[in-house]
Structures are given as C-alpha cells and as structure tokens.
C-alpha cells in the first residue's frame, strides 16, 4: 500500500506499520508529508492532518 492509502483507508494495524516505518526511515516521513499537505487544509481530512502533524513533531 502507498502512504496515502494507509492513511485514508488503512486499518489500525496499517497504521501502526506506517508509524514504525516512519520512526525508521526519513524517507517515509517525507512521504507522508508530501502526501499530506495538500490535505491539511480541509477540516473534513482530520487523518491527514493527524499524520502531518505528528510527524512535524517528531512523533
């Protein structure tokens, strides 16, 4: 699965994978916030705004 599907229509256990994979790899962690800036502006993408936040705090 690509970041965007996990975080749109990804299960718990997704979530948490994409979460280890993030703590280890900056690469993922680019990824999901360029996937997710064009989204953090629409309040109804709580998941993206979610996922772009935690990451810029560093989880």
């Given amino acids: 699965m690509c970041v965007d599907d996990v975080i749109l229509r990804g299960l718990w256990e997704d979530w948490v994978e994409l979460h280890q994979a ?8 680019d990824a999901i ?6 989204h953090v502006g629409d309040p109804y993408n709580q998941r993206y705004l979610f996922w772009f936040k935690n990451v810029q705090a560093g989880f």
Avoid: N
């Fill in 22 to 29: 993030a703590e280890a790899s900056e690469a993922v962690r």
């Fill in 33 to 38: 916030l360029q996937v997710c800036e064009s």
